[in-house]
Structure formats: structure tokens, C-alpha cells
């Protein structure tokens, strides 16, 4: 028996970004940066367990705006083509670089690692990421789960309790279509959570979430075990908390590990560094000089000075921290074990971009931590679901209406910079239910065409993604674009169905351009 278990968490999730007609664009950029830098290292650091025999168990939220893009045939080409163009620039690097003794070596580590990205998937993921998601939930490594719809702030859509029905419904039947089941946990939207949101969870069949700490530990009545064991809500549905000391030591970049100096550092790109003549083919066609993944750096201190990264080095670290966090988890669970009737459960959630694009050795350390783990047995990986089957008797209690956003509570999401948002959400939820409701028996097809577009766009707009952009104020253009654009959408259908004068040409567009969610049905919206 295992002294404690450990159960890594990654939010895997984008918000749907899709522009037809445009062979680069920034923000479809966003995609491909996290297939490179998080998705297929992180797949290709299991696949490596696995050939290895290292025991391994991760839960990974999949949201359903980042599986529909990930399945999308357009999108899948392009990012095949992107990898083409990198492979072209790091071939280009090699040559430049070859009688430099500083940049020779990173620039041939670069080549051999994005042709080895390729190679992984055309070969093993058949030129589709969620193939490899599939093979580890089949072979029982990784607990796949879903998110809201379009990853919508849940207690600011609760006036029209339909809409939240909508967001998990719909979430759940889109993950099912990906992945063949129906999922068993959720993460819940930026973690937000109030009180009654559990009754929706379990009418959808959803057995488990996730909170921060301060929404577990503020329960009423108090958890006797705190954040390391679930409580089970008034609905019968397992709420696990974060364990603040785990997180910590991995998402900080002052007190965490990602800040080593031995580490690659972000923000030195040589798609800033380089002649302009020289990256402008790799950087945005209208000259604005973007990231192009090929850093050259490490941390090396908090100055402006850098040096040249050695990944040798920068793996070495990557084996200390490892075995430095499981020592601390191993403490941490032995001590905690005199207290509690069973072994504590230590949950680490992160975003899955953490590892990979922020923190670019954050894959090595996860799989590094995984054989310590393996090698050592005193604290095992466990997914909750295995975790629930071998404790079943747990707490009721009424989790505190929370999030994990800063400050920990919902003004993130909506503050003078973003609050003009939920009166048009609303208007356009309301309206939904009502033509749901009156429409229940419709038949003429292009009438449900444009209903059916009419609820992708008001999903789209409702994404929690933009009201974030906004506070945090990057990006902060396109996502007040993007927000004017779906509710500018939804009211020039609005009026086509007042005036029963539908422009297909529009209506075309925007199914091919905001083509979440295929086989959505207007009628999912009926009181």
C-alpha cells in the first residue's frame, strides 16, 4: 500500500479560431504553437513510457473547442503544412549557422526535433492528434475529460439556467463523438464554480470535478480531510481540490522550477532576434514579427543578458527537480497519513500549455517524475476514478462558489473591461429558449440552418476566453473582435428570421467559417 497518491491534472484547452481564406493567421498560430511545443511532446514522452514499461497515470481535460479544431480537416492540413515551413526554416538555420560554435548545436537540435514532430504525426498519430489521446484512455494510462462547450464562464450564464444546461450537454455528447464514451469528469470552465451546479453535472452524468483549494477548504460544513481527499456535493457528485504546495513548485516562475537558469528561455525568438529580410517569410505577411519557436537561449538570470541554452544541461536539471518534487511529495504524504483513515490524494492541476510552450523541459520533467515515481512506489499516479472505486465513502458538502482565476473568485472575468459582454449573452440565450421552444416542430431545413448557426454563434461568443483577454489586456483587439463579431452575427440572423429573409450566402460563410459542432441542434435549447 502506497503511502499517498498523485494525480497530475492538464486543461488542455483553445478557444475555436478558424480563418478560411487565409494562409497564415496569427491566431490560428495559437493552435499550431501548442501542437508543437504541448500536445505531440507530451504524446510522444507517453509513448516512450509505455515502450519502457514506467507505470504512468494522468487525467487530461480535452475541451471540446480544442477537439473540434484538432479533428478539423482544414486545420489538420494547415498544421501539416506549418511543420513543413519550420522544418524548411530549421534546415535554412542549420546552413546559417554551421561555422558558429555558439548557435551550431541548438540550431541541429531544433531540425532533428521538428522532423521528429512530423514523423510522429504522419506515423504513429495518422496526421491526428487526438488519435494519440485515444490510444493512452484505451489502454488505461490517461482519464480523458470534457469542459464546458465552448469553455463558457458557468456562474455568470446562470440567469438562464438553460444556457449552462447547453454548455455541459452539448459538451458531453461532443465528447463522446471524439472519443467514443461519455465522459466521467469535467473541468469546469477556469474552475469556476456556485452553488446548484452540481445538480446539472449529475443530470448529465458527470461523476467528478475539480476546484481550487479555497473552494474545497471553504465547504460547508469544513472537509475533515481538507483539499486531500474529494467531498461529494449535495447532488452526489466528487469535488477534488487543488493542493496549493505541489502546483506552486511547477507553475511559478519565481519560486518554481520553470525559472532555473538552466532553463529555455520564452520571450528570446529568433523570429525577433534575425534580419528582417531574412525571417520574413516565416513571421505574419503583413511584416509584424511574431514567435517562431526556434529560441536560442536559456534564462541564465534576470537581466536582458542571455545565453546560448545547452539541453544538456537543461536535462540535467529537468532529472534534479523531478526527484526533488517526488522527495517533497513522499514527505508530504507521509506526514499527512497520520491524520487521515486512508492514503491522501495530492491532485496538481495545471494548463497543459505549462508544459511545452511556457515551460519548454515541462514535458521531460512530467515523464521524468513518472519513472521516479515508478521506481520508488511510496507515492503512486492514480486518476480520481480509480481513486473514488477504492474510497467510495467520503463527505457531503456544499463546495464554496469559487474559481481559480486571480484573487480566486469571478471579477476576472467580469470588471469595467469586459462587463458590457453579459447583456447581450443573455439577450441572445433568451432568445435561443424562445424560438427553441417555439420551433420545437419546425421543418423547413433552411429555417433550421439558420437556428442551428444561431447557437454556434451565441456558444462562440460565450467563450470565457475573450472576457479573460480583455482583463488581462493581450490580445485584447481580437478578442473584443471576436466578441462584437459573434453577437454582430447572431443579430443580422435575428433579423432574418423576423423578416423570414434568409441571405445563404452569409449563412454559407458562416457555417464554413464557425463550424463548431457539426451536428448541433438548435432544439437543445428548448425549455
Known sequence: MPKGYFAPVLHSHLPFVKHPGFEYFLEEHWLFEAIDETYIPLLM???????????????????????????DDYLRGKYHRHLERMIELCEKEVERTKDDAYF????????????????????FLNYDVL???????????????????????????????????VQIELAVSTHKKHFGKEPNGIWLPECAYYEGLDEILNKNGIKFFFMDSHGLV???PTPKFGVFSPIYTPNGVAAFGRDPDSSKQVWSSKEGYPGDV????????IGYDLD??????????????????????????????????????????????????????????????????????IVSPYDAELFGHWWFEGPDFLMSLFEEMD?????????????????????????????????????????????????????????????????????????????NQMARELLLAQSSDWAFLMTTKTAVEYSTKRTREHISNFVKML????????????????????????????????S
Open 45 to 71: 514522452g507517453f509513448k516512450e513510457l509505455e515502450e519502457k514499461g514506467v507505470n504512468f497515470k494522468i487525467t487530461i481535460s480535452m475541451t471540446p473547442p480544442l477537439c473540434e479544431m484538432l479533428a
Open 104 to 123: 551550431r548545436d541548438i540550431s541541429k537540435f531544433y531540425l532533428e526535433r521538428f522532423s521528429t514532430i512530423k514523423s510522429f504525426f504522419e506515423g
Open 131 to 165: 488519435n494519440g489521446y485515444r490510444h493512452f484512455s484505451e489502454n488505461g494510462k490517461m482519464e480523458i475529460i470534457t469542459c464546458g462547450a465552448t469553455h463558457g464562464f458557468l456562474p455568470l450564464m446562470s440567469s438562464n439556467k438553460k444556457a449552462v444546461e
Open 218 to 220: 471553504y465547504a460547508k
Open 262 to 269: 538552466n532553463y529555455r528561455d520564452f520571450y528570446r525568438d
Open 276 to 345: 528582417f529580410d531574412y525571417i520574413e517569410p516565416y513571421i505574419c505577411p503583413d511584416g509584424t514579427r511574431v514567435f517562431t519557436g526556434l529560441k536560442y537561449y536559456r534564462v541564465t538570470s534576470a537581466s536582458d543578458h542571455k545565453e546560448v541554452y545547452n539541453r544538456q544541461n537543461a536535462l540535467a536539471r529537468v532529472k534534479e527537480h523531478a526527484a526533488n518534487f517526488h522527495f517533497n511529495r513522499e514527505k508530504q504524504a507521509e506526514y499527512l497519513s497520520e491524520f487521515m483513515d486512508r492514503p491522501p490524494l
Open 375 to 451: 521506481r520508488h512506489g511510496v507515492v503512486q499516479a492514480i486518476t480520481p476514478m480509480e481513486y473514488m472505486a477504492m474510497y467510495d465513502t467520503n463527505q457531503v458538502a456544499e463546495p464554496n462558489p469559487s474559481s481559480w482565476g486571480d484573487r480566486g473568485y469571478y471579477d476576472v472575468w467580469i470588471n469595467s473591461s469586459n462587463d458590457w459582454i453579459y447583456r447581450h449573452l443573455h439577450f441572445m440565450a433568451d432568445k435561443m429558449t424562445e424560438f427553441a421552444d417555439t420551433y420545437h416542430n419546425l421543418k423547413d431545413q433552411a429555417t433550421i440552418r439558420l437556428l
Open 495 to 526: 433579423d432574418m428570421m423576423e423578416e423570414n429573409s434568409i441571405d445563404e450566402k452569409f449563412l454559407s460563410e458562416l457555417e464554413h467559417k464557425n463550424s463548431i459542432f457539426q451536428g448541433l441542434d438548435f432544439r437543445i435549447y428548448a
